[in-house]
């Protein structure tokens, strides 16, 4: 094939799509650019199924190299290692946009690995990378039925803008990325400060119009490779074997669903598929060696039956209705080391989550294709096994853990504090307990409760709800709190993180087409109404912020110097920042709009330290008097040293009302001496009148007043 190129215009971005150039052996590549941003993103199918899975074996990674940008990697092997934590984000960005829409039953191991070459500093690779997955697949001949595309939408000045720069990003008050296609929205990651639903909405319809040249690209691509798809059945079940099912237990499923703990309803299934299967399928049964067919059969009964039970009967699991948010109760302070901690229990879900305060020595560096930048803000999310009763070998985190902390993070970050205010680094730890649903909610909500315990003065309260929905033969049912079994069976699952404002973090999966403006104005309404009732829950423990910090904590206190005076703290080779951090144990932090940030265990060390500091970089008054030093004797005056590092001249004029013949009548070298600041010139040299001090004092400063007392 040879090569060629379409071009779309998003918003202000040109972008160009390049194919039949690089990476030829794969089933389709694409190259991907933007300005000087270029990726490469490519895809292949195995052409046989792997048998024996119950998932679609789909991989996507999306991968960085650091030369891109024209660095080295600060690693000890100056190579990239596993993927960051941005790389895990968007390599699930792109897996939650493909995996809906690959057809049912496709069985084959496929793999997508997009990969940035070039990068520049104001067009981001995430929405070139998830496009290209969808491009890639269209001029391969992987049957993938769908073509969709990405942007990034943003607001500036009250005006939606499609694939903002990092300069206008930095001004926008929403930002989103979103999949798409004409008909419907596929997947939605992002957040915003404090926006309204009719406003995300509105964000969401116009993303979906503005990748309009991207999906004629596509089909114009798509139509001049003119790749043949692959043939593909989808393998049906053995000949009445979801019959024979189906008479065999749903009445036994329907009893189960009746009950309300977990435990027990997970038990009583798992009891019904080991019979049926035990009665099928055994030696001589009507099904002897099916026992996927049979079990996938007993799965689609249960699938089926849940989704007419909510939307047909207006009932759920535990008799709730759609609107109707388990049972919450919320707890702080249970940890009394820790600087700050919630115990967050909703249904059978439950959080336990810490906050802990540190200095900018705890920050985190970053390393990317932007550079080394630092991390002031950190939530970790742990899902242990125990929290779903199983059975599992501790590993690092995932990046279904990783993808929950992130978007936690998100919903908490926009309602803390300036630094300038409160100058802490903050990491939140949530350590799932019980998880039946919604734990990523849950610990945006302990969170939220774990800051104010430690005393952070956050902007407002922030909860998050985890929604459902699903529609059958018609009839559409949104659902309010979804239990796990609910998020597994549903169309479209949602959370929805934000203050009683509005919203400041989203995250959408839409397994469906058709969902239309309407549907989400009504899901994310029913979304708001469930997160004020949570937030009016939270608020019974904990309404604001407690007025001090935790007695463990580290006391950090903000000061401001000039510019100018930076060095004289620091001193040659930083000998006298050194010092002061010896001689108080405090940790120092300047930085360089003269911002210093003095943190310790104790409050006296501060103190201490900021006096010391004081003293390094004051700066002379004119009109002020001092207690100052004597540090040279010249025939024409002396020089004082009012404090450290800062000396005048005291002309031989000045020293007394009388005439002085000689400076050594009245001054010696290591003299405290009292003096006033007359003037202090444009170069900085300030001249000091001891005269002036005395008369202030009320004396007559002649030649006979006794010399001032040296330094014992």
Same mark, same amino acid.
């Given at each position: 094939m040879e090569a060629m190129t379409v071009t779309a215009q998003v918003g202000k971005q040109a972008i160009s799509i390049e194919t039949g150039r690089l990476a030829k052996q794969a089933d389709g590549s694409v190259v991907l650019r933007a300005g000087d941003s270029m990726v490469l993103v490519t895809a292949v199918s195995q052409k046989e199924p792997k048998l024996g899975f119950d998932f679609f074996p789909l991989t996507v990674d999306y991968?960085?190299?650091?030369?891109?940008?024209?660095?080295?990697?600060?690693?000890?092997?100056?190579?990239?290692?596993?993927?960051?934590?941005?790389?895990?984000?968007?390599?699930?960005?792109?897996?939650?946009? #493909?995996?809906?829409?690959?057809?049912?039953?496709?069985?084959?191991?496929?793999?997508?690995?997009?990969?940035?070459?070039?990068?520049?500093?104001?067009?981001?690779?995430?929405?070139?990378?998830?496009?290209?997955?969808?491009?890639?697949?269209?001029?391969?001949?992987?049957?993938?039925?769908?073509?969709?595309?990405?942007?990034?939408?943003?607001?500036?000045?009250?005006?939606?803008?499609?694939?903002?720069?990092?300069?206008?990003?930095?001004?926008?008050?929403?930002?989103?990325?979103?999949?798409?296609?004409?008909?419907?929205?596929?997947?939605?990651?992002?957040?915003?400060?404090?926006?309204?639903?009719?406003?995300?909405?509105?964000?969401?319809?116009?993303?979906?119009?503005?990748?309009?040249?991207?999906?004629?690209?596509?089909?114009?691509?798509?139509?001049?490779?003119?790749?043949?798809?692959?043939?593909?059945?989808?393998?049906?079940?053995?000949?009445?074997?979801?019959?024979?099912?189906?008479?065999?237990?749903?009445?036994?499923?329907?009893?189960?669903?009746? #009950?309300?703990?977990?435990?027990e309803r997970y038990g009583t299934l798992s009891q019904i598929k080991k019979d049926v299967v035990a009665e099928l399928c055994a030696k001589g049964a009507p099904f002897e060696g099916k026992d996927k067919d049979v079990k996938t059969a007993l799965e689609d009964l249960k699938y089926e039956y849940m989704r007419r039970m909510i939307t047909h009967e207006g009932r759920r699991i535990?008799?709730?209705?759609?609107?109707?948010?388990?049972?919450?109760?919320?707890?702080?302070?249970?940890?009394?080391?820790?600087?700050?901690?919630?115990?967050?229990?909703?249904?059978?879900?439950?959080?336990?989550?810490?906050?802990?305060?540190?200095?900018?020595?705890?920050?985190?560096?970053?390393?990317?294709?932007?550079?080394?930048?630092?991390?002031?803000?950190?939530?970790?999310?742990?899902?242990?096994?125990?929290?779903?009763?199983?059975?599992?070998?501790?590993?690092?985190?995932?990046?279904?853990?990783?993808?929950?902390?992130?978007?936690?993070?998100?919903?908490?970050?926009?309602? #803390?504090?300036?630094?300038?205010?409160?100058?802490?680094?903050?990491?939140?730890?949530?350590?799932?307990?019980?998880?039946?649903?919604?734990?990523?909610?849950?610990?945006?909500?302990?969170?939220?409760?774990?800051?104010?315990?430690?005393?952070?003065?956050?902007?407002?309260?922030?909860?998050?709800?985890?929604?459902?929905?699903i529609k059958e033969d018609g009839k559409i049912a949104i659902l309010s709190d979804i239990l796990g079994d609910e998020d597994h069976l549903g169309d479209m699952d949602f959370k929805v993180c934000g203050t009683g404002k509005g919203i400041t973090s989203i995250q959408m999966d839409i397994k469906i087409t058709g969902v239309d403006k309407q549907i989400l104005t009504d899901a994310l309404n029913q979304a708001r109404e469930g997160r004020l009732h949570i937030l009016g829950e939270m608020a019974k423990a904990l309404a604001t912020p407690r007025a001090d910090i935790s007695k463990y904590a580290p006391k950090i206190t903000t000061i401001r110097i000039p510019v100018s005076r930076i060095k004289d703290v620091i001193g040659p080779g930083g000998k006298v920042i050194k010092d002061i951090i010896a001689r108080t144990g405090a940790s120092i932090d300047i930085e360089d709009d003269g911002s210093v940030a003095i943190a310790s265990p104790s409050s006296e060390g501060v103190e201490q330290a900021i006096k010391m500091i004081r003293a390094l970089t004051q700066e002379a008054e004119v009109g002020k008097t001092y207690l100052g030093t004597v540090r040279r004797i010249m025939e024409f005056g002396a020089?004082?040293?009012?404090?450290?590092?800062t000396d005048g001249l005291v002309h031989i004029s000045d020293l007394a009302s009388g005439r002085v013949k000689k400076v050594e009548d009245v001054l010696k070298e290591g003299d405290e001496v009292m003096v006033k600041v007359v003037s202090v010139d444009r170069s900085g040299k300030i001249r000091l009148s001891r005269k002036e001090a005395l008369a202030e004092q009320g004396g007559d400063g002649k030649q006979a007043a006794p010399p001032s007392v040296p330094k014992a």
């Open positions: 991968q960085e190299r650091l030369s891109a940008a024209g660095r080295i990697p600060g690693s000890f092997f100056r190579r990239e290692g596993r993927l960051t934590e941005r790389e895990t984000l968007i390599s699930r960005l792109i897996d939650r946009s #493909l995996r809906p829409l690959f057809p049912e039953g496709y069985q084959n191991d496929t793999q997508v690995i997009a990969t940035v070459f070039s990068a520049d500093n104001q067009q981001d690779t995430d929405v070139l990378a998830l496009t290209g997955a969808s491009f890639a697949m269209a001029v391969s001949d992987i049957p993938f039925p769908f073509q969709f595309a990405g942007v990034r939408v943003g607001r500036v000045g009250g005006n939606f803008v499609a694939n903002p720069g990092e300069d206008e990003r930095a001004q926008s008050d929403i930002d989103i990325i979103m999949a798409a296609n004409r008909d419907s929205i596929f997947m939605v990651e992002g957040g915003g400060k404090e926006v309204t639903e009719n406003d995300m909405i509105e964000a969401l319809l116009f993303g979906q119009r503005a990748i309009e040249p991207l999906l004629k690209a596509q089909e114009e691509m798509a139509s001049r490779v003119n790749k043949a798809k692959r043939t593909f059945e989808k393998v049906p079940l053995a000949e009445g074997v979801s019959a024979r099912v189906r008479d065999l237990v749903a009445e036994k499923v329907k009893a189960a669903y009746g #009950l309300n703990e977990k435990h535990g008799g709730r209705d759609t609107r109707t948010v388990r049972r919450i109760s919320c707890e702080v302070g249970l940890l009394p080391r820790a600087h700050g901690s919630a115990l967050f229990t909703r249904g059978e879900t439950q959080g336990l989550v810490t906050t802990t305060l540190g200095t900018g020595d705890d920050e985190q560096r970053m390393e990317s294709l932007k550079g080394q930048s630092f991390r002031k803000f950190m939530l970790h999310y742990n899902f242990p096994p125990y929290s779903v009763g199983e059975v599992k070998p501790l590993r690092g985190a995932g990046r279904r853990e990783i993808g929950h902390g992130i978007l936690a993070e998100r919903a908490l970050k926009a309602m #803390l504090p300036a630094d300038d205010k409160f100058p802490y680094t903050i990491r939140i730890v949530s350590d799932i307990l019980e998880s039946n649903g919604s734990s990523s909610m849950a610990t945006v909500c302990g969170g939220c409760l774990s800051l104010m315990d430690a005393g952070v003065p956050i902007n407002a309260p922030v909860a998050g709800i985890a929604m459902g929905l020089f004082v040293e009012i404090f450290p590092g």
